[in-house]
């Protein structure tokens, strides 16, 4: 006997929600889904009306998914948001070209305006360019630092007000983990907010996903036949990374409800007073805000144009060193240039 | 599997010994390498040991002079090496003795478990008598009697498992799948078994038989345990209960708690008192060996010869994947491995955290477990309980 949908009774279901356990028809899943994401947003007032909203889209699950999420509620809800597709080409062949296709197509699809930005146009440096320097490891560092500053890079290009990005609930879960694991207590403060940005002069970051499974993404993208493109980085495999993933997966298979656990915890603890925290700054070289005089990125640049790739991964002090020597062998150089140009 | 020839099989006590490298105190020959904080001989390695545990009681006086001070001993690894401390600290020729007095409480669990561990629980009690100090064998049945609520309440912390919810909002404010928890409640104490027909070795044996997942068993069983030592030794006329939970231990115990949705209670759980949870009904659970590690409280009772009694638990023989705890203890115990430092980097950072809802004491505690309650998720804002419960509500 065919299961019936637990919602309406009437159809037959076609899934068991992993977050609840019910099963649903198709139909009911979708409304289920989008009641959701729309609750979230009211919520967590994730948007006020008329402004310019970028979703940082890679062509992958989550931001396909999230483009056409916010496009239907956006007219279903009147939300009264200008939605805009922002891109990042971070220049590796076989994966991200074939998944800007995918973007490109979703952007006739959806009919929203897409800008692509590239790390070869901001950076000077493609990311196959930069593994070439750096080989296989550590390369998630620089491409992870860079795009954080790309999307905020475009988004002030663009001229919009939030950036809306698909990290769902098991990405956040995960990221809760990892930084237990790695007794980063700044991050864990932060990395549990559903809008990002105490600082005034930066655009926030919004994660309507927040509460979202994965596994029901993948579902809502596969019933919906939503085009998106699935392969892994072709230089992903992160290792420390990689132990937090399995690790969650394993709950999640003992008890799903563990995701939105971890994310619960993670909402309901404070630091203690008296802990130090690393101050936001602003990075001497370009402006972004940054925990040091220098913004990671930049240090990253440093490293790769001054054929030291490895600058910037290992301790800070090395940097610091690194830094104050090129400082003085600059400030030799300008004074020779300067006194060619005397001499002239 | 681990008799070969009617031979029984025992791993080796002895210490390993390696050579060519000195200690980092008095650079001698012969030593132990321990962790990540270098090589010990002998001598200083017992010097280390139990100064770390008189570290950890001082930086956090909570004991008085001529307190009296139960340590809740298992028979394990960990409060043995305890026991053992204690027993030398108390002796007339140590340096600085230790000012409180001590007893010992067993909680006899194996009624959860058919078993023929008869042997090794006189074993137990055989090692609690020659100490000296007074003991106690306490039934974990004996907590039915206790708080007869408690296991009501059971009953709804299995169905809505995964948070601490505070029963009385929930029921104020109405959710719709409590209407199924009330069913599960009558269900199993259905008004045929009122409280004086049954034993409190079948409520609690009920009570058990009813959670179907490990996960709930064993952390049904944690809180149940607290909550008996502590009410019993309050009983018994102690001031304190001494736990010996290791720092491995407890970063195990940091993430599963994270991963079941008590985070809101990890200092409570993982600090050196559990705070004010049991204030009114019970005396504080306090963990002095909480700054060791496994590795070194095995290590001590090697060199000390220490008497151990390995008795079953509900994790024994089951698989890594059985329960969130279990899978939690591999998933740690593989890191360390891999990187040593992580246990103490977990271990440190619950340190630096506390509940939000720590300041604000009248929101009052949760009826299951004592801690704080986190279920007040306000009208304002986005968060994941107030999510979980739209999401039920909408299906």
Request: proline residues 3%; contains cysteine; hydrophobic residues 35%.
């Given at each position: 006997?065919p299961?019936?949908?637990?919602?309406?009774?009437?159809?037959?279901?076609?899934?068991?929600?992993p977050?609840?356990?019910h099963?649903?028809?198709k139909?009911c899943?979708?409304?289920?889904?989008?009641?959701?994401?729309?609750?979230?947003?009211v919520?967590?007032?994730?948007?006020?009306?008329?402004?310019?909203?970028?979703?940082?889209?890679?062509?992958?699950?989550?931001?396909?998914?999230?483009?056409?999420?916010?496009?239907?509620?956006?007219?279903?809800?009147?939300?009264?948001?200008?939605?805009?597709?922002?891109?990042?080409?971070?220049?590796?062949?076989?994966?991200?070209?074939?998944?800007?296709?995918?973007?490109?197509?979703?952007?006739?699809?959806?009919?929203?305006?897409?800008?692509?930005?590239s790390?070869?146009?901001?950076?000077?440096?493609?990311?196959?360019?930069?593994?070439?320097?750096?080989g296989?490891?550590?390369?998630?560092?620089?491409?992870?630092?860079?795009r954080?500053?790309?999307?905020?890079?475009?988004?002030?290009?663009?001229?919009?007000?939030?950036?809306?990005?698909?990290?769902?609930?098991?990405?956040?879960?995960?990221?809760?983990?990892?930084?237990?694991?790695?007794?980063?207590?700044?991050?864990?403060?932060r990395?549990?907010?559903?809008?990002?940005?105490?600082?005034?002069?930066?655009i926030?970051?919004v994660?309507?996903?927040?509460?979202?499974?994965?596994k029901?993404?993948?579902?809502?993208?596969?019933?919906?036949?939503?085009?998106?493109?699935?392969?892994?980085?072709?230089?992903?495999?992160?290792?420390y990374r990689?132990?937090?993933?399995?690790?969650?997966k394993?709950?999640?298979?003992?008890?799903?409800?563990?995701?939105?656990?971890?994310?619960?915890?993670?909402?309901?603890?404070?630091?203690?007073?008296?802990?130090?925290?690393?101050?936001?700054?602003?990075?001497?070289?370009?402006?972004?805000?940054?925990?040091?005089?220098l913004?990671?990125?930049?240090?990253?640049?440093?490293?790769?144009?001054?054929?030291?790739?490895?600058?910037?991964i290992?301790?800070?002090?090395?940097?610091?060193q690194?830094?104050?020597?090129s400082k003085?062998?600059?400030?030799?150089?300008?004074?020779?240039?300067?006194k060619?140009?005397?001499?002239? | 599997?681990?008799?070969?020839?009617?031979?029984?099989?025992?791993?080796?006590?002895?210490?390993?010994?390696?050579?060519?490298?000195?200690?980092?105190?008095?650079?001698?020959d012969?030593?132990?390498?321990?962790?990540?904080?270098?090589?010990?001989?002998?001598?200083?390695?017992?010097?280390?040991?139990?100064?770390?545990?008189?570290?950890?009681?001082?930086?956090?006086?909570?004991?008085?002079?001529?307190?009296?001070?139960?340590?809740?001993?298992?028979?394990?690894?960990?409060?043995?090496?305890l026991?053992?401390?204690?027993?030398?600290?108390?002796?007339?020729a140590?340096?600085?003795?230790?000012?409180?007095?001590?007893?010992l409480?067993?909680?006899?669990?194996?009624?959860?478990?058919?078993?023929?561990?008869?042997?090794?629980v006189?074993?137990?009690?055989?090692?609690?008598?020659?100490?000296?100090?007074p003991?106690?064998?306490?039934?974990?049945?004996?907590?039915?009697?206790?708080?007869?609520?408690?296991?009501?309440?059971?009953?709804v912390?299995?169905?809505?498992?995964?948070?601490?919810?505070?029963?009385?909002?929930?029921?104020?404010?109405?959710?719709?799948?409590?209407?199924?928890?009330?069913?599960?409640?009558?269900?199993?104490?259905?008004?045929?078994?009122?409280?004086?027909?049954?034993?409190?070795?079948?409520?609690?044996?009920k009570?058990?038989?009813?959670?179907t997942?490990?996960?709930?068993?064993?952390?049904t069983?944690?809180?149940l345990?607290?909550?008996?030592?502590?009410?019993?030794?309050?009983?018994?006329?102690?001031?304190?209960?001494?736990?010996?939970?290791t720092?491995?231990?407890?970063a195990?115990?940091?993430?599963?708690?994270?991963?079941?949705?008590?985070?809101?209670?990890?200092?409570?759980?993982?600090?050196?008192?559990?705070?004010?949870?049991?204030?009114?009904?019970?005396?504080?659970?306090?963990?002095?060996?909480?700054?060791?590690?496994?590795?070194?409280?095995?290590?001590?009772?090697?060199?000390?010869k220490?008497?151990?009694?390995?008795?079953?638990?509900?994790?024994?023989?089951?698989?890594?994947?059985?329960?969130?705890?279990?899978?939690?203890?591999n998933?740690?115990?593989?890191?360390?491995?891999?990187?040593?430092?992580?246990?103490?980097?977990?271990?440190?950072?619950?340190?630096?955290?506390h509940?939000?809802?720590?300041?604000?004491?009248?929101?009052?505690?949760?009826?299951?477990?004592?801690?704080?309650?986190?279920?007040?998720?306000?009208?304002?804002?986005?968060?994941?309980?107030?999510?979980?419960?739209?999401s039920?509500?909408?299906n």
């Amino acid at each position: 006997m065919p299961i019936i949908c637990h919602v309406c009774n009437d159809k037959k279901a076609l899934l068991k929600r992993p977050k609840t356990g019910h099963a649903l028809c198709k139909e009911c899943f979708y409304w289920a889904f989008e009641s959701e994401i729309h609750h979230t947003i009211v919520t967590g007032k994730l948007f006020k009306e008329g402004e310019i909203v970028a979703i940082g889209a890679s062509g992958g699950k989550d931001s396909t998914v999230l483009a056409h999420t916010l496009k239907v509620l956006n007219e279903r809800y009147n939300y009264g948001l200008d939605l805009r597709l922002l891109s990042i080409d971070e220049g590796i062949t076989g994966y991200r070209d074939d998944s800007l296709e995918t973007v490109k197509r979703n952007q006739q699809e959806y009919d929203l305006p897409l800008t692509v930005l590239s790390y070869e146009t901001l950076y000077g440096w493609t990311m196959d360019a930069i593994v070439k320097k750096i080989g296989k490891k550590n390369n998630c560092t620089f491409c992870g630092v860079f795009r954080r500053q790309a999307l905020d890079r475009g988004a002030m290009m663009l001229g919009v007000n939030k950036i809306a990005t698909g990290h769902n609930a098991d990405d956040i879960a995960e990221t809760i983990l990892m930084n237990i694991l790695r007794g980063d207590i700044a991050r864990l403060k932060r990395c549990t907010a559903i809008i990002t940005g105490d600082d005034p002069s930066g655009i926030p970051r919004v994660k309507p996903f927040k509460y979202t499974y994965e596994k029901e993404i993948v579902a809502y993208a596969y019933f919906k036949k939503l085009d998106y493109f699935s392969t892994e980085c072709i230089y992903s495999p992160d290792a420390y990374r990689g132990h937090a993933r399995a690790y969650l997966k394993d709950l999640e298979s003992i008890r799903p409800s563990t995701i939105i656990d971890i994310i619960h915890s993670g909402e309901m603890l404070s630091v203690c007073q008296g802990v130090k925290l690393p101050s936001q700054l602003k990075c001497v070289r370009c402006g972004y805000i940054s925990s040091n005089e220098l913004c990671k990125a930049c240090i990253l640049l440093e490293g790769l144009n001054k054929g030291k790739p490895k600058l910037g991964i290992g301790k800070t002090s090395k940097v610091t060193q690194q830094l104050k020597l090129s400082k003085s062998e600059e400030a030799s150089c300008s004074g020779g240039c300067n006194k060619i140009k005397n001499d002239l | 599997m681990c008799q070969v020839n009617g031979e029984t099989f025992s791993p080796k006590l002895e210490p390993q010994i390696i050579h060519g490298k000195a200690c980092v105190k008095c650079e001698k020959d012969s030593v132990i390498v321990v962790g990540t904080n270098g090589t010990f001989c002998k001598d200083c390695f017992e010097v280390y040991f139990s100064h770390k545990f008189r570290a950890s009681m001082g930086r956090n006086p909570l004991v008085r002079h001529h307190d009296k001070v139960a340590l809740a001993y298992s028979g394990g690894n960990n409060s043995s090496a305890l026991l053992n401390l204690i027993k030398k600290g108390l002796d007339p020729a140590t340096v600085k003795k230790l000012k409180f007095t001590p007893g010992l409480i067993f909680v006899d669990e194996r009624i959860l478990y058919p078993s023929d561990d008869y042997e090794k629980v006189k074993e137990i009690e055989e090692i609690m008598r020659n100490t000296g100090f007074p003991y106690h064998i306490v039934k974990l049945e004996e907590v039915g009697a206790m708080c007869i609520y408690t296991l009501y309440i059971g009953i709804v912390y299995l169905i809505v498992n995964h948070i601490c919810f505070n029963v009385n909002v929930m029921f104020k404010k109405e959710i719709p799948f409590l209407n199924h928890v009330i069913f599960i409640i009558d269900q199993v104490f259905s008004t045929e078994d009122t409280d004086e027909k049954m034993t409190n070795a079948e409520k609690l044996e009920k009570l058990f038989n009813s959670i179907t997942t490990l996960t709930s068993k064993q952390e049904t069983l944690y809180r149940l345990r607290c909550y008996l030592l502590s009410r019993k030794a309050k009983e018994l006329g102690y001031d304190h209960v001494f736990m010996g939970e290791t720092s491995t231990r407890l970063a195990i115990n940091i993430l599963s708690n994270f991963s079941l949705g008590r985070g809101v209670h990890l200092p409570q759980d993982t600090g050196f008192s559990d705070g004010l949870r049991f204030e009114g009904v019970g005396v504080k659970l306090l963990r002095p060996m909480r700054e060791m590690s496994m590795k070194e409280i095995a290590v001590y009772n090697a060199l000390n010869k220490v008497p151990t009694v390995f008795l079953p638990n509900l994790a024994t023989s089951q698989s890594v994947t059985s329960s969130v705890q279990n899978l939690t203890e591999n998933f740690i115990l593989g890191l360390v491995a891999g990187f040593p430092s992580t246990e103490m980097t977990v271990f440190r950072t619950s340190n630096k955290l506390h509940g939000k809802n720590d300041e604000k004491k009248s929101r009052g505690c949760c009826r299951l477990c004592f801690g704080a309650i986190d279920t007040e998720c306000g009208t304002a804002q986005a968060t994941a309980l107030r999510h979980t419960l739209f999401s039920e509500a909408i299906n």
